[in-house]
């Protein structure tokens, strides 16, 4: 039986793809990564390996896009009117919007090309489709804290930073 009591696990990390190139790294950061365990603050393939790790640890865990970030979803990718779009700049690929989903949810859409007046958007994560690498040092392992389970994230250092 798994101890009931939810912990904020802390881990440095760099993520690269498969073929090896670097996509993010907590390396740079002088406080590693914490999450809330059981929260799904991090990709499912990555928690479910780490849960079994001790302090001191260090694994390369390679994570299939199913446990990452999914395989893109074509009904994600759309063509809007430029006009619907917010007109404050010139509008180029590779550009980022906010846009509410099916379920009022918040999506990031990417501007894949232009065409005219139509603009073809991309609402998948950038590394949808992506098996990832993630090479992770466990540096530390603690009970979460009453205010920590309360809003729902762990907090770094000695409290809480929003």
Known sequence: MMNSQTRVISFH???????GEVIDTSRDQQEPFS???GKSQIIPGLEKVLAL????DTKKIEVAAADAYGMPDAQLVVEVSRDKL???NEITVGDQFQASGPQGEMLLFRVLELNGDQVKLDGNHPL???DL???VEVMK????TNEELAHGHAHHGDGHHH
Do not use: M, Q
């Open 13 to 19: 990390y760099t993520l690269t793809n498969k073929a």
């Open 35 to 37: 999450y809330l365990e």
């Open 141 to 144: 392992i603690r009970d979460a």
């Open 133 to 135: 690498v993630f090479d």
């Open 53 to 56: 790790l001790n302090v001191g």
């Open 128 to 130: 949808a489709g992506e």
């Open 86 to 88: 917010p007109s404050s």
